[in-house]
């Protein structure tokens, strides 16, 4: 069968300082548009799959804008819901060498924020699909933004589609009044497939990572080992564990690699030295778009599934925006070995 995916979230307005200056620096502000899930769905359908990405936006022109930016990119978007009276916004001040990046949300009473279980078909919306994509940003929104993922991952356990999350813990976010630990572990029971480091895992799920070293840029990929075994066995469902290595030597200078755990085995992928980083946002997002890619293209090679989500978000960060703009020939060539970055004429 082949693969369709659905992806379910917010997507921001993203005002960012141009050429790394700092917010009271700035005269001017970059506009694109983001956010995780949204960033997923870009990233697949740059590698050609089909997919839907949901939401609910108001109806007015910067949400129109975020629509039209998405179809560019052959984003499915006639699942999109429409109501409330603002999109999200965020601002960022890109950091450079020891100084780290600074994100502002300005997301309060978005449409999304305030929508409610029934506003979806998820019959409807799950027509045809095989695998449901969420990340732990959503449930932190609201209340409402909770109950209606809730009732997606129940849908789609119900018809068998293949669910996976990110679990991107956002300390800003969780102000509703509901604890992190409280909503995250009956949502990722429904999971598949986790994404995590080592924050998420403690912060979201009470699950604390043994034996890890990362100061000083260095991560060891077998110590998440624990972390993998630990969130299988508190929750059955889960078939693939995946850890995200980032070694932040500076803002500017990091080293990046992942781990994948699928019950008997520990896969590493090769490790990147990322020294000029354009821009470091969606770098998780690129890593998961690229391992849905991966485990649907290349089934039962999990080592290449991996090694394509380490290479797909290698690439991301030489890239401005939360989208990651690469194409399954240049991932595929960064994986082969080739990282001289020549001109292609």
């Given at each position: 069968?082949?693969?369709k995916?659905?992806?379910?979230?917010?997507?921001?307005?993203r005002?960012?300082?141009?050429?790394?200056?700092?917010?009271?620096?700035?005269?001017?502000?970059?506009?694109?548009?983001?956010?995780?899930?949204?960033?997923?769905?870009?990233?697949?359908?740059?590698?050609?799959?089909?997919?839907d990405?949901v939401?609910?936006?108001?109806?007015?022109?910067?949400?129109?804008?975020?629509v039209?930016?998405?179809?560019?990119y052959?984003v499915?978007?006639?699942?999109?819901?429409?109501g409330?009276?603002?999109?999200?916004?965020?601002?960022?001040?890109?950091g450079?060498?020891?100084?780290?990046?600074?994100?502002?949300?300005?997301r309060?009473h978005?449409a999304?924020?305030?929508?409610?279980?029934?506003?979806?078909?998820?019959?409807k919306?799950f027509?045809g699909?095989?695998?449901?994509?969420?990340?732990?940003i959503?449930?932190?929104?609201?209340?409402?933004?909770?109950?209606?993922?809730?009732?997606?991952?129940?849908?789609a356990?119900?018809k068998?589609?293949?669910v996976?999350t990110?679990?991107?813990?956002?300390?800003?976010?969780?102000?509703?009044?509901?604890?992190?630990?409280?909503?995250?572990?009956?949502?990722?029971?429904?999971?598949?497939?986790?994404?995590?480091?080592?924050?998420?895992?403690?912060?979201?799920?009470?699950?604390?990572?043994?034996?890890?070293?990362?100061?000083g840029g260095?991560?060891?990929?077998?110590?998440?080992?624990?972390?993998?075994?630990?969130?299988?066995?508190?929750?059955?469902?889960?078939k693939?564990?995946?850890?995200?290595?980032?070694?932040?030597?500076?803002?500017?200078?990091?080293?990046?690699?992942?781990?994948?755990?699928?019950?008997?085995?520990?896969?590493?992928s090769n490790?990147?030295?990322?020294?000029?980083i354009?821009?470091?946002?969606?770098?998780?997002?690129?890593?998961?778009?690229?391992?849905?890619?991966?485990?649907?293209?290349?089934?039962?090679?999990?080592?290449?599934?991996?090694?394509f989500?380490?290479?797909?978000?290698?690439l991301?960060?030489t890239i401005?925006?939360?989208?990651?703009?690469?194409?399954?020939?240049?991932?595929?060539?960064?994986?082969?070995g080739?990282?001289?970055?020549?001109?292609?004429?």
């Amino acid at each position: 069968m082949k693969a369709k995916i659905i992806t379910f979230g917010e997507i921001m307005l993203r005002l960012a300082t141009p050429d790394h200056l700092r917010f009271h620096q700035a005269t001017e502000l970059d506009a694109t548009f983001g956010g995780g899930e949204s960033n997923v769905a870009v990233s697949l359908a740059n590698y050609g799959m089909e997919v839907d990405f949901v939401t609910r936006l108001p109806e007015n022109d910067i949400a129109e804008s975020a629509v039209m930016n998405l179809r560019k990119y052959k984003v499915g978007v006639d699942k999109i819901i429409r109501g409330g009276d603002r999109i999200g916004i965020y601002f960022l001040e890109s950091g450079a060498v020891s100084r780290g990046s600074k994100v502002i949300y300005d997301r309060a009473h978005s449409a999304i924020a305030e929508i409610e279980k029934g506003m979806i078909d998820w019959d409807k919306v799950f027509e045809g699909a095989t695998w449901f994509h969420w990340t732990g940003i959503t449930p932190a929104i609201s209340q409402g933004a909770c109950d209606v993922l809730e009732e997606a991952i129940a849908k789609a356990n119900e018809k068998g589609i293949t669910v996976s999350t990110d679990l991107n813990y956002r300390k800003k976010l969780w102000n509703y009044g509901k604890d992190v630990q409280e909503v995250m572990p009956k949502l990722v029971a429904g999971c598949d497939v986790v994404l995590g480091n080592e924050e998420d895992a403690e912060k979201a799920l009470g699950i604390k990572p043994e034996g890890v070293d990362i100061t000083g840029g260095h991560v060891e990929g077998k110590a998440y080992l624990s972390v993998s075994k630990q969130i299988m066995k508190k929750f059955p469902r889960v078939k693939k564990v995946i850890t995200t290595l980032r070694g932040s030597i500076s803002a500017s200078h990091n080293t990046w690699a992942g781990v994948l755990y699928d019950g008997r085995k520990l896969y590493e992928s090769n490790k990147y030295d990322i020294t000029h980083i354009v821009d470091r946002v969606g770098g998780g997002d690129s890593f998961m778009g690229g391992l849905i890619y991966g485990l649907n293209t290349y089934q039962g090679d999990d080592q290449k599934a991996l090694e394509f989500a380490v290479a797909a978000s290698c690439l991301k960060h030489t890239i401005k925006g939360d989208f990651n703009l690469v194409s399954v020939e240049e991932v595929e060539k960064l994986m082969g070995g080739d990282a001289s970055g020549r001109v292609a004429r």
